[in-house]
């Protein structure tokens, strides 16, 4: 798998980058999330919490977290105690603010940190979500891998990460909107456009579908589990510890 790292002018590592990219559109990140995605990632998530909910877990660390839209989702779908952890100060400060606007302090803690080392203990959490972030790890196997020490036995992983459409005409038509619409709506309201090439960049080279299953099960994780969502354009994972 290449890597792709979001600006190509700069030598500082893709870890780096990211929590760089992150800071500078977390913002506009809701906004640009909405608009982008025409609102379809709301129901993405909403497929995520009831894959949870019937978990019934009482503990939850939702990494990638960002400004906090599944966590605080999670939060009023179940009584568990919610961990949101993510590399970018700037992400957690907006999803922070919407976790007390919601008045979830009690419910949810926000944590800024690097999901390729935790500072968790072994087996702390019943279910572990990443919502549009393993695309992101510098490692992906090394973050897989410290999923699955922190997640206890019997556990569920879910990950939820765009994917790529593979049936005419909607494989063509994502990419001509990824490829040359999504760049110009993001630099024009993120004033970034790095970020928004980076993003179809990203899902062109990441692993999706079969090749994403085997990756989870090198990592230890038992019978993953994929579903396309939106004609393949986003994927969910599930697999247990």
Request: aromatic share 10%; net charge positive.
């Amino acid at each position: 798998m290449s890597t792709v790292k979001p600006y190509s002018d700069s030598d500082l590592s893709k870890k780096q980058q990211v929590e760089q990219m992150f800071d500078n559109i977390s913002g506009k990140y809701d906004l640009l999330n909405r608009i982008l995605s025409m609102g379809i990632d709301v129901s993405w998530r909403k497929k995520v919490v009831k894959s949870v909910k019937k978990e019934k877990p009482k503990s939850i660390l939702d990494i990638a977290t960002g400004t906090g839209d599944l966590a605080i989702a999670m939060a009023k779908a179940t009584d568990a105690k919610i961990t949101g952890f993510d590399l970018s100060a700037g992400m957690l400060e907006v999803g922070k603010v919407k976790v007390k606007d919601e008045n979830l302090q009690d419910q949810i803690e926000m944590i800024q940190g690097d999901a390729e080392n935790m500072p968790f203990e072994d087996n702390s959490f019943d279910a572990i979500t990443v919502s549009f972030g393993v695309r992101n790890f510098e490692n992906l196997e090394k973050g897989l891998n410290e999923i699955y020490r922190v997640l206890k036995p019997g556990g569920k992983l879910i990950i939820l990460e765009f994917s790529q459409p593979e049936s005419f005409p909607m494989k063509q038509l994502y990419g001509f909107y990824s490829r040359s619409i999504l760049p110009r709506i993001g630099k024009k309201i993120s004033k970034d456009q790095s970020a928004y090439t980076y993003l179809p960049d990203s899902v062109q080279a990441f692993p999706y579908g079969n090749e994403m299953k085997k990756i989870l099960k090198k990592s230890n994780f038992v019978n993953p589990y994929d579903k396309k969502l939106t004609f393949g354009i986003a994927s969910i994972y599930e697999s247990k510890k």
